[in-house]
Nanobody, 123 residues
Framework: QVQLVESGGGLVQAGGSLRLACAVSGRTFSSSPMGWFRQAPGKEREFVAAISWSGGSSVYANSVKGRFTISRDNAKNTVYLQMHSLKPEDTAVYYC????????????????WGQGTQVTVSS
């Protein structure tokens, strides 16, 4: 079955960097797009970034463009989210997910979710 485990979250100062990783178990990974979402306290879960199954295409939320980079290593069954220039508003629980299609960017286009990892950015 498909399982996703996020890691790499933590406390970081504004302007700093952090790299999240999501290890995926199951045959689905290499042939599926992957995405990152986040949910801040009191807010709905929002899309952050997604990457195609081959890693050749990606899409980002406007709020993170130029600061975050999504990548994947299919040999390791892992997707990453490299975050730079972090801001307090980036504070949230970050989730990775397995998607459908080519390059999904909405929650309904993702079918499997991890448990999340906390990212806290201090001012």
């Amino acid at each position: 079955q498909v399982q996703l485990v996020e890691s790499g979250g933590g406390l970081v100062q504004a302007g700093g960097s952090l790299r999240l990783a999501c290890a995926v178990s199951g045959r689905t990974f290499s042939s599926s797009p992957m995405g990152w979402f986040r949910q801040a306290p009191g807010k709905e879960r929002e899309f952050v970034a997604a990457i195609s199954w081959s890693g050749g295409s990606s899409v980002y939320a406007n709020s993170v463009k130029g600061r975050f980079t999504i990548s994947r290593d299919n040999a390791k069954n892992t997707v990453y989210l490299q975050m730079h220039s972090l801001k307090p508003e980036d504070t949230a629980v970050y989730y990775c997910a397995v998607g459908f299609g080519i390059l999904p960017a909405t929650q309904r286009e993702f079918g499997y979710w991890g448990q999340g990892t906390q990212v806290t950015v201090s001012s």
